[in-house]
């Protein structure tokens, strides 16, 4: 079992997951899979890490009505390997999949796209620790390798960022750089400087 793998969860366990964040258990803005996996790819990106109680309540949006100690260790059990796993695939500089298409469609039963909510997330846990990713290095350069995150979130109301969400070919662009980003991103943050 390599590293990589030794994190990853099931399918089994990540249905499990899946059915506890869409639970009476949670709060109605607790985070699902697609926005959890963003939350974390922005945590281990960031060049502090943020304290275990903190993301979990960002996950959850408060503390959950846990139905026992039980139900609450296994749950978090689950998260943290998804954390981790996250967590050694930039480390190992692997190709993090996103857990959507990367496209800004939605369909008929959705208010956003998949990709939008994912980028939301990421941006959450930017805004969460704007200080860390903005105070250590130059701002404007920080900025520029977020942006196709940040057009993806549908969060900024700036022209030049509605001018990119207005071209069709340029935005579709941008969205799939998204996973070789999130590389880039992490190596800007955590390579040795030369």
């Not at 945590?43 to 502090?48: D, F, K, Q, R, W």
């Not at 941006?123 to 390798?145: D, I, T, Y």
Request: glycine share 4%; charged share 25%.
């Amino acid at each position: 079992m390599t590293f990589i793998t030794a994190h990853a969860l099931t399918d089994t366990e990540m249905d499990q997951l899946d059915d506890f964040l869409y639970s009476d258990y949670v709060s109605e803005d607790c985070l699902d899979l697609v926005g959890v996996h963003g939350l974390f790819c922005a945590l281990n990106i960031s060049p502090s890490p943020l304290d275990e109680a903190t993301w979990l309540e960002l996950v959850f949006d408060g503390e959950p009505n846990w139905e026992s100690d039980e139900q609450k260790q296994e749950i978090v059990a689950l998260l943290k390997r998804y954390h981790q796993s996250i967590a050694t695939n930039l480390y190992s500089d692997g190709e993090i999949e996103l857990p959507c298409e990367l496209s800004l469609d939605a369909n008929d039963e959705e208010d956003i796209s998949p990709l939008a909510w994912w980028s939301q997330a990421f941006m959450e846990g930017v805004f969460n620790q704007e200080e860390q990713w903005f105070g250590s290095k130059p701002e404007e350069e920080v900025a520029e390798m977020l942006l196709p995150i940040m057009v993806a979130s549908d969060l900024f109301n700036e022209d030049d960022i509605n001018k990119i969400r207005d071209n069709e070919k340029l935005c579709a662009e941008m969205c799939s750089q998204i996973p070789e980003l999130l590389i880039d991103l992490y190596l800007f943050f955590h390579a040795p400087e030369k």
